[in-house]
């Protein structure tokens, strides 16, 4: 029963005293054996943020940043397009409404049919349009993220390594 109780306090110390100091973003680790009269021996793992670390996620936040960009460039582009749809989309409509008001005719149905075609496809590029925003928003979350990450990193690395403050 002590033994039962000495493990699961064991179990306890080491996975409080580890996992709560130790971010799950940093890859470094060394082992030490610790031992005590109560205790039997005891492995505890130190992780430590090198300076390769460090700079691994600042890349990894800054690639994100840049796809970030580049899919927030191709949601306004799409944007854009779907407003000059629009505006062709309105004009042709308006016009379409207005000669068939007066008689109807096979060049009228046409004007009519190229306008409603337009605003289905301004229907599309809107769709299209926010999908790339939502996924330029992502990355960017993803990037938020990354950074908050490296940061993080950065700051135990000066905490493990003083001598590079």
Same mark, same amino acid.
């Given at each position: 029963?002590?033994?039962?109780?000495?493990?699961?306090?064991?179990?306890?110390?080491?996975?409080?005293?580890?996992?709560?100091?130790?971010?799950?973003?940093?890859?470094?680790?060394?082992?030490f054996t610790?031992?005590?009269?109560?205790?039997?021996?005891?492995?505890?793992?130190?992780?430590v943020v090198?300076?390769?670390?460090?700079?691994?996620?600042?890349?990894?936040?800054?690639?994100?940043?840049?796809?970030?960009?580049?899919?927030?460039?191709?949601?306004? *582009?799409?944007?854009?397009? @779907?407003?000059? =749809?629009? #505006?062709? $989309? %309105?004009?042709?409509?308006?016009?379409?409404?207005? +000669? /068939?008001?007066?008689?109807?005719?096979?060049?009228?149905?046409a004007d009519?049919?190229?306008?409603?075609?337009?605003?289905?496809?301004?229907?599309?590029?809107?769709?299209?349009?926010? *999908?790339?925003?939502?996924? @330029?928003?992502? =990355?960017? #979350?993803? $990037? %938020?993220?990354?950074?908050?990450?490296?940061?993080? +990193? /950065?700051?135990?690395?000066?905490?493990?390594?003083?001598?590079?403050?």
């Open positions: 029963m002590k033994t039962t109780l000495l493990l699961i306090y064991s179990a306890i110390y080491y996975a409080a005293s580890v996992a709560s100091f130790c971010p799950s973003f940093l890859p470094q680790r060394n082992s610790t031992s005590s009269p109560l205790q039997p021996s005891i492995t505890t793992a130190l992780f090198t300076e390769e670390d460090v700079i691994a996620l600042v890349e990894k936040a800054e690639d994100l940043w840049a796809k970030a960009y580049e899919a927030r460039q191709a949601a306004n *582009k799409l944007s854009e397009k @779907a407003e000059a =749809i629009g #505006l062709d $989309a %309105e004009v042709s409509t308006s016009d379409a409404t207005e +000669a /068939l008001k007066q008689s109807i005719s096979v060049e009228k149905v009519a049919t190229t306008a409603q075609n337009l605003s289905l496809d301004l229907g599309y590029q809107l769709e299209e349009a926010l *999908k790339a925003q939502d996924e @330029a928003d992502e =990355i960017e #979350l993803r $990037a %938020e993220k990354a950074l908050a990450e490296s940061e993080a +990193a /950065l700051e135990q690395h000066l905490i493990d390594f003083p001598e590079n403050a």
